[in-house]
């Protein structure tokens, strides 16, 4: 059916759609008008421009979609299709077709001016009527705001202003980069101004870690598995730990780092995100707000430490010179940009307990830092010793806890750690691993975790963004860690080399002879 033959005034018909290809779900998604705030920034150029490209090239995108761009640099339309057209050429994740690439690229526009300029939403209001009557229809709209977060709230207002957050019955939709807030404070400021014009069900707050495939798996194992989920809590699970490991220092982000830290960067969003899937009850449905539900209601189950308890449930540290992979590097108080007497935390280690009824008692260890000995991202979960060993006495040696790991990254998959015999005469014991491996396992390269979040933007789907009381439940269990951190501007910061698994006062939160697992 042509595009042009449908009828604006009847938005439950869509014609136009075009159902997901295999792989994805068939639902559709309708003609879209997608702008981008910060079309030439790095995160655009990097993720969402070749995010959208690999949308269009499985044919996942609706029939009609166009796209436009804004920031301050002068740049005519076919200026900024050059610039996409390289950055997709660049950072796909495959080889851009030329015909897919120029069936994208058609409806590209782009808009110069300043987020705080008034002519520049009357430009881009007058582009978008212009669009739905050169289209022939009115188009949903994704605004996407990949800016410094201190435009979030200024760019809302504006749309909000001038009527644009809603438009002729049709969607209109706002997607919200991370970070959203600088603390809990902030946090809800910026969602008391977001939520002054938007529903939450038009506000997309992006982690994106929750489009990962690894990260969704987590679900998968736990409730599309019978067997793990009945020893998923405090009888049978000694301790868990999550680690966000990279190996790579700021690079040029010295500015960013300096005002947010390992905690803000990584632990407030990521790896909360990651025990709140892991902890939390079943939701009834994969749902946006069944799952979110439940996500918030585990969060609110984290206490927070209070002031007095955060010496002991929290440790920071900062890099100094070393080598990692056979480079020098040096230590982060000398990195350009990086004040000599820098107090940022570049490592944190924390211990959290959730407070219900599945996991009174375990305790949850995280740790995060640059310029670790390598990358990885994990959940270790640690089941408690068996109740007897009846072969003891035959000299049997080691027997070591079961443990099950989800690898988020580099090498995608779960291991399950199994006792098993060695062969031979005596009853001796080795763990040995079951291992599914994304990579082997399924024959298809995963998306980009933005291509599926882009995706679920344009249809409506908000499972994997994140809601307004659940942002503030994070900030919540960080916040008094934050207080103290900053409060303290006497004792000194644990300092690790660079290479190094981190400082080793992290070990000081683990108790009961446990360890941190080896990096
Ligand atoms: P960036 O490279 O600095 O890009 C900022 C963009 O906004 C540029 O297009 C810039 O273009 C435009 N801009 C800046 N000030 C403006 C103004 N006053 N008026 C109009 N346009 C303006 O930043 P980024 O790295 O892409 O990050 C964008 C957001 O995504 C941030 O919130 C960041 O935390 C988040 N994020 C980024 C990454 C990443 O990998 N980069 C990852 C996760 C989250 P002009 O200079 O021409 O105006």
Redesign the pocket.
Known sequence: MSATSLSVQDPSRVPDDNPLVEGLERLPVRSTVIVIF???????Q??LLPALYNLAHEGALPDHIELVG????PLTDDGFRERAREAIGRFSRRAPDAAVLDGLLRGVHHLSG???SDGLFDQLQELLSELDVSTGRALNRVFYL????E?FAAIVDQLGRRGMHEHDGREVRVVI???FGYDLESARRQNHAVLHYLDESQVFRID?YLGKETVQNLMALRFANAFFEPVWNRNYIDHVQITAAEDIGIGGRAGYYESAGALRDLVQNHMLQLLALLTMEPPTAFEANRLRDEKLKVLEAIVPPAPSEVAAMAVRGQYSAGVVGGSESPAYRSEEGVAADSRTETFAALRLHVSNWRWAGVPFYLRTGKRLSRKLTEIAVTLKPVPHLAFQSSGSVGVQSNQIILTVQPDEGVSVSLGAKIPGARMRIRPVNMEFHYGTSFLSESPEAYERLILDAMRGDATLFTRNDEIEALWGIVDPILSAWHADTRSPIAQYPAGSAGPVEAATLLEDGRAWRRL
Not at 38 to 44: F, I
Not at 70 to 73: F, V
Not at 146 to 149: G, L
Request: glycine share 12%.
């Open positions: 910060g079309g030439t920034g790095d995160l655009a990097r993720k804004i920031a301050r640099r300043s987020f705080d990949a800016t410094a977060p435009f980069e991370k970070p994106h």
